[in-house]
C-alpha cells in the first residue's frame, strides 16, 4: 500500500501509524513542508529498499523504492511516487525514462504508484502529458486506472498505478468514494505474482483444565521406581522426563493452530456510530453525485458533528479503562502502549543470509543460528589482550571442602513453587510454570530423590542445562544473523534447583 503527500516530519511519532501485519516504511520530504511518501509492506515479504531508483527522480519527484524478493519467481520492484506540481513534467518525464530503462534492464516485474500530478484527462497530441503517457507505453508499462481520481468544480486524473506485468490476471482496479483526501483512494486486484510461503502452523498442546486433570491422575499413578533406584542424577532424570513426556503426550496431545492476524475494531466505536459514519459515506456520495451548496452544508456539518463524537468516545473509552487499571502498573503501561500504538520490537523473516547464501530452509537457518550465536563469545575472547595471570589469584584465603548442601525436603520445594512467577513460557521440556504448580504435588517426589542425588554426586542433569534460543530482531537488515540477539529459556525445573542452590 502506496501513500503520498503524507506531511510526516522527523518529530512525527511515526509509531501511531504502524498496522498489525505490515512494516511501516515513511520517507519523509528532506526540506520544506508538505509532501513525503510511504509504503506499508505485509511482514511476510522479504525485501530490501531500491535507494539507487529513488535517486533517479530525486530533483523532479518524491519516491520509495523497495524490491520483494521472490524464490520460485521474478523479484518485484514497487514505487510510489509523488510529482508535485511545481516540479516540470518534461525534467520529470526525462528522469523517469533513465528509471523505467533501468527496471527494464533488470528484466524485474514492477508496480509504480502514485499522485503524479499529470491529468491524464488532458492528454492531447504533442503535450508533455502525451510524452509522459507514451513513454510508459514504451517500457510496457499499462495504467490501471481510467476514471477521475480528484473532484472538484472539474475532474482529473492525476493518480494512478501502471504495471509491466501481463502474466497475471487483473481482476479489478478503480477507485474508493471516500472523504479521507481530496484525491480518490486507488486500487488494484491481482492475481499475485509473488505467492508468499503460507504461515507456519503452531503446534500447541491441549491443556485445558479437564486434560490437565486427567495428566495429574495419571501421574499420580506412575510407579516411580526406576527413577528411584537410579544411582546417577543425569539417568535418573531423563528416565523422569521421558515417564512425564509419555503421560503428557497421552494426556495433552498436540493439535495445529494457523497464525492468524489480529484484527480487532476500534472499541469505542459503538453499533450506533458505526452506523453513523454508514450515514456520513451516504451524505458524501450524494454531494458528490450532485454537489449542490444544500448538500455540501447536509455533509459537512454532519461529518463535524459526528467526529466530535467519535473523538469523545474515544477519550472516554481509555479514561474509563485507566480508571479501572490505575492501580495496576503492568496493564497501565499496556494501555499507554495501545495508545501509542507501540507494538514492540517484533519482526517477522522467512529468508536469511547462511554461510552458503540465502536461505529459507528452517532447518538450515536454525544450524546457522546456532553456530554463529555459539561462536560470538569465542570471536569476542580472541579480541581482547592475552595476561598471564592466574585466575585463583583473584581469591584469596582458599578454604577447601567448605561447602555443603543439605537435603531438600517437600516444604522447601513446595515453598520455591509457590513463590515461581505465573508464566506460559517453557524450555524444550514444555514444562510452564503455570503447568509445573498444577501437577508439582504428584512429582515432588521423584523431583527431591532426583535434586539430592544432584547434590550428593555433584553432578547436574545433562537436559536441565539445555536452553531453548529465540532470535530476537534488533535492527538494520533483517536477512543478517549478525542482527538478532538471542534470548534463552531454561526448563522451569531447573530455576527450583538455582533457587535451592542460591
Request: net charge positive; glycine share 4%; charged share 20%.
Amino acid at each position: 500500500m502506496g501513500i503520498t503527500e503524507t506531511w510526516f516530519t522527523d518529530t512525527s511519532p511515526l509509531n501511531l501509524f504502524n498496522i498489525d501485519g505490515y512494516t511501516f516504511l515513511p520517507k519523509n520530504r528532506e526540506s520544506g513542508r508538505g509532501g513525503g511518501v510511504a509504503l506499508y509492506l505485509k511482514d511476510d515479504f522479504d525485501f530490501k529498499v531500491r535507494g539507487d531508483l529513488s535517486n533517479v527522480l530525486v530533483n523532479n519527484a518524491e519516491s520509495l523504492f523497495v524490491e520483494v524478493h521472490s524464490l520460485k519467481h521474478k523479484n518485484i520492484i514497487v514505487g510510489v511516487i509523488y510529482r508535485p506540481p511545481g516540479q516540470s513534467i518534461s525534467d520529470f518525464n526525462n528522469c523517469l525514462s533513465v528509471l523505467l530503462e533501468t527496471v527494464n534492464d533488470e528484466n524485474k516485474r514492477c508496480f509504480l504508484m502514485g499522485d503524479f500530478n499529470i491529468d491524464l484527462l488532458k492528454v492531447s497530441a504533442g503535450n508533455d502529458y502525451e510524452y509522459f503517457l507514451n513513454l510508459m507505453t514504451l517500457h510496457s508499462f499499462n495504467h490501471c486506472i481510467d476514471k477521475p481520481t480528484r473532484v472538484s468544480s472539474s475532474c482529473s486524473l492525476l493518480d494512478n498505478i501502471f504495471s509491466n506485468v501481463f502474466d497475471v490476471t487483473v481482476k479489478k482496479a478503480g477507485i474508493i468514494l471516500g472523504d479521507v483526501s481530496d484525491h480518490y483512494p486507488i486500487f488494484l486486484f491481482c492475481d499475485s505474482p509473488h505467492t508468499p510461503p503460507s504461515p507456519l502452523a503452531t503446534m500447541k498442546r491441549r491443556t485445558s483444565p479437564e486434560n490437565v486433570s486427567r495428566l495429574i491422575s495419571e501421574l499420580a499413578s506412575v510407579d516411580w521406581e526406576i527413577v528411584m533406584s537410579d544411582n546417577s542424577a543425569d539417568s535418573a532424570y531423563s528416565s523422569f522426563l521421558d515417564i512425564f513426556r509419555h503421560c503428557f503426550d497421552r494426556c495433552c496431545p498436540y493439535y495445529s493452530v494457523k497464525n492468524k492476524l489480529n484484527r480487532t475494531k476500534s472499541p469505542w466505536l459503538s453499533k450506533g456510530i458505526l452506523k453513523s459514519i454508514q450515514r456520513k459515506n451516504k451524505l458524501f456520495k450524494k454531494f458528490k453525485i450532485n454537489p449542490t451548496p444544500s448538500n455540501k452544508n447536509a455533509y459537512s456539518l454532519y461529518r463535524n458533528v459526528l467526529t466530535d463524537i467519535i473523538r469523545m468516545a474515544k477519550k472516554m473509552y481509555y479514561y474509563d479503562i485507566v480508571e479501572s487499571n490505575k492501580n495496576n502498573s503492568t496493564q497501565l503501561w499496556k494501555i499507554l502502549n495501545d495508545i501509542l500504538n507501540k507494538k514492540g520490537n517484533v519482526h517477522f523473516n522467512n529468508l536469511f543470509m547462511c554461510e552458503d547464501g540465502l536461505s529459507n530452509d528452517c532447518s538450515h537457518i536454525a544450524n546457522n543460528f546456532n553456530n554463529y550465536f555459539a561462536s560470538v563469545a569465542h570471536s569476542l575472547a580472541n579480541n581482547l589482550p592475552s595476561v598471564n595471570v592466574n585466575a585463583l589469584s583473584f581469591i584469596p584465603n582458599n578454604v577447601q571442602a567448605s561447602f555443603f548442601m543439605f537435603p531438600t525436603c517437600v516444604e522447601e520445594l513446595s515453598a520455591i513453587v509457590i513463590k515461581m512467577k505465573n508464566g506460559k513460557s517453557c524450555g524444550f521440556d514444555e514444562i510452564n510454570c503455570d503447568l509445573l504448580k498444577q501437577i508439582f504435588h504428584v512429582i515432588v517426589t521423584p523431583l527431591i530423590y532426583i535434586i539430592n542425588l544432584s547434590f550428593a554426586s555433584g553432578i547436574f542433569p545433562s537436559e536441565l542445562k539445555i536452553a531453548k534460543i529465540i532470535p530476537l530482531f534488533k535492527s538494520g537488515d533483517a536477512q543478517t544473523l549478525s542482527n538478532y540477539r538471542p534470548i534463552s529459556i531454561l526448563p522451569s525445573i531447573s530455576k527450583i534447583v538455582e533457587r535451592l542452590v542460591l
